[in-house]
């Protein structure tokens, strides 16, 4: 008797489980259904006003310890003011714009609990195969801190290097228009945030060892060749390093294409 009790409490569970998933979690979920074929132009704004950048690092910037490996998205660099030397540089707040009409996936979260900042970061998607994401944010819009603090998933807290974070992340499926407000960045200390995009329309590359490659690294893309002609010329005229300093020569590499 008591085995038939477990077994009959046992399956209520899964059928409550299965309708929570079903009528609660399931309506959240990112769904995108729209296929970009062999549309070339996504995006039409750039992410912060074109006065405010004054560089944008192209992918594969190292910078260890944090960026060991080449990074797999750009830099923004914003205009900051104060002396760095001193630590008292700082990147005033301005808005942050979505690229393009997106669907926003999910968002995140990492609060810097001895620094007194939390840290937000965006991932969208343009289509079925583009995605992409910003990291870095200082502020999310209205909706999307709604979006964040109505379905996170769960939350983690961990210190390292003497300092303390908590962070929390949840799926989200909110539909935003291009050039529609997204967020803020900028503080004291901050001088640059992360845009990256996928596609996985482009051919995969040949990897040394294919079952190490991780997910989606095959097909990263620059952001700024997705843009339409005119804001694309403008963005592409930023590209160098954070000091602004352009490259002269064609790189090098020690490999046959």
């Not at 399956?11 to 609660?24: A, C, D, Q, S």
């Not at 807290?157 to 900028?186: L, M």
């Not at 893309?221 to 352009?246: Q, R, T």
């Amino acid at each position: 008797m008591k085995k038939r009790t477990g077994i009959l409490i046992a399956v209520t569970l899964i059928l409550t489980l299965g309708i929570v998933f079903l009528f609660i979690i399931k309506p959240i979920l990112p769904i995108q259904t729209e296929s970009c074929a062999d549309k070339e132009f996504l995006f039409t704004h750039s992410p912060i006003d074109l006065d405010s950048i004054t560089s944008i690092s192209p992918l594969g910037n190292l910078g260890p310890s944090a960026h060991t490996f080449p990074t797999r998205h750009t830099y923004i660099n914003m205009k900051s003011i104060g002396d760095p030397s001193t630590g008292n540089q700082a990147t005033p707040e301005i808005p942050v714009y979505s690229p393009g009409d997106i669907l926003v996936t999910g968002v995140s979260s990492q609060e810097h609990i001895d620094e007194g900042f939390t840290d937000y970061t965006i991932n969208f998607s343009s289509c079925v195969e583009v995605s992409g994401y910003f990291i870095h944010l200082v502020s999310l819009s209205g909706k999307l801190k709604d979006a964040l603090d109505s379905s996170i998933s769960f939350c983690t807290e961990s210190s390292h290097g003497g300092e303390r974070y908590k962070s929390c992340e949840g799926p989200a499926n909110v539909k935003i228009v291009a050039g529609e407000q997204i967020g803020t960045t900028g503080r004291v200390g901050q001088g640059n945030f992360d845009f990256g995009t996928q596609d996985s329309r482009r051919e995969t590359p040949i990897f040394a060892n294919p079952k190490r490659a991780q997910n989606k690294k095959d097909y990263i893309v620059c952001p700024y060749d997705y843009y339409a002609p005119g804001i694309k010329e403008e963005l592409y005229a930023k590209l160098g390093g954070f000091s602004g300093i352009k490259r002269i020569i064609e790189p090098t590499q020690d490999r046959k294409l």
